[in-house]
């Protein structure tokens, strides 16, 4: 795997429109087709950079290159983490197939949910065409890896559909390459974390916020129906193991052919634009409003992310505590320079705000009522729990526009919905 730094798609954001960074809007510097390289994929929309074009030189007079190395570690790190969990997950399942009974089924769901949590922290290396997100020459793993929703009926029998599902249809060869494909051709998520989950789980139940209850009778082999479901599972855990494989080599800190070898050579701005816009789009953008507000506003439990295991409130406390790690450079007991670090000495009254902001979106996320299926979505407009649900959005919200806040004052854009 190599990847070079005028070629990788990942250096590069398209925007379709304007963005607002604090309170005014700049326009990036333009990316030349020699930048982009032969062997990039332009991008459909106009291509910008996470440098501010004409920000006061002033700005970019700090050295980051300890914050910069701290952050590739610590994303290397992470996934190596997500990786041992989604292979213990993976040998927890193939216990299971070996022997199918409740206790291994309920070892296979516990490994899920832990791995779950492993993965939800490196969430926070998101939004910025990074190698989860795109390769050099097409779209990363994260469709296939952590898409949602799932279509559960294109997988396996459903409440009103009895025979619905891949598993079902004898005529269609049960293959990775099968799996692949009619997820492409169909534009539906049928792998990764939530198809593993539902076929763990199964549907959730009528009643709100309860996990699934599929019988382990459903694995037993020797049957049609059962020995596809069988092929199914183990075919999703070996591809999401790969895809992590995928990840944690896209990081390694000793490969000069690496995207951490590419990401260390960036231009420090435009490394610190991904690092920042990572952890301001997960916190004001995907959970605040695509996960949280979402789901409020509809009253619809299937916009959370983890609803077969009853667990998509844990989403919500994992992904926050990934931002956390970016910001301090704590993880796993290490530490490393991270972006607290950097602001602290560009503006250490931001900094301290940015903190006491993170502090109340943990605490906001840690007052929601749970399960948020039944405690939260449902809640009148003035309820203690739709109040708590609303704080919580608004603090997510606040701490993202202060993480934008500090990149206008080192020169770099931080993009988040006007």
């Known amino acids: 795997m190599s990847y070079n730094i005028n070629s990788l798609k990942g250096i590069f954001v398209a925007l379709s429109v304007g963005l607002t960074v604090t309170n005014t809007v700049f326009a990036a510097e333009p990316v030349t087709a020699k930048q982009l390289g032969p062997a990039a994929v332009a991008p459909v929309a106009r291509p910008q950079t996470y440098r ?64 779950r949590r492993t ?10 065409d990074g190698p989860i997100d795109v390769t050099d020459t097409e779209m990363g793993p994260i469709s296939r890896l952590d898409g949602w929703p799932i279509d559960t009926a294109a997988i396996d029998y459903v409440e009103d559909n009895p025979t619905s599902g891949i598993i079902n249809n004898m005529k269609l060869a049960l293959t990775r390459a099968t799996l692949l494909s009619q997820g492409q051709s169909s534009h539906v998520t049928i792998t990764g974390w939530h198809a593993i989950e539902f076929l763990l789980w199964g549907q959730e139940p009528s009643s709100l916020g309860e996990p699934g209850d599929r019988p382990v009778t459903d694995y037993l082999p020797n049957q049609p129906n059962n020995d596809r ?41 435009e490394a610190l634009g991904r690092i920042m816009n990572g952890i301001a789009q997960l916190t ?12 409020l506003d509809a009253n619809d439990g299937r916009k959370l992310t983890s609803r077969f295991s009853a667990t998509s409130y844990q989403d919500f406390v994992f992904g926050l505590r990934g931002v956390r790690n970016v910001w301090t450079g ?6 490393r320079p991270g972006l607290s670090l950097l ?45 708590k649900a609303e704080r919580a959005i608004a603090d997510l919200k606040s701490f993202a526009a202060l993480i934008r806040d500090a990149g206008a004052k080192i020169g770099v854009a931080v993009y988040l919905p006007n």
């Not at 895809?243 to 990401?263: I, M, Q, T």
């Not at 995907?286 to 507000?293: G, M, Q, T, V």
């Open 343 to 387: 602001v602290g000495r560009v503006d250490p009254a931001l900094a301290q705000r940015i903190l006491h902001a993170l502090d109340h979106a943990e605490e906001s996320v840690g007052l929601l009522r749970t399960p948020l299926e039944r405690e939260t979505l449902p809640a009148p407009a003035n309820s203690p729990s739709r109040q």
């Open 52 to 115: 501010i074009a004409g920000a006061d030189r002033r700005l970019s007079n700090y050295d980051a290159k300890a914050e910069i190395q701290g952050y590739a570690q610590l994303v290397a790190d992470s996934y190596a983490a997500a990786l041992t969990d989604g292979q213990t997950l993976k040998a927890a399942i193939a216990a299971l197939l070996a022997n199918p009974n409740d206790d291994t089924l309920t070892r296979a769901r516990d490994a899920w949910i832990n791995g």
């Open 229 to 269: 479901r069988r092929t199914y599972l183990k075919l999703t855990a070996d591809m999401l193991v790969d895809d992590l494989h995928y990840l944690v080599e896209s990081w390694d800190p000793k490969s000069r052919n690496s995207y951490a070898a590419a990401f260390r050579l960036l231009n420090q701005r």
């Open 119 to 128: 993965w939800e922290l490196t969430e926070a290396f998101r939004f910025y």
């Open 330 to 335: 704590d993880q796993g007991g290490e530490t």
């Open 284 to 295: 004001g953008q995907e959970l605040a409003i695509n996960r949280l507000a979402a789901a």
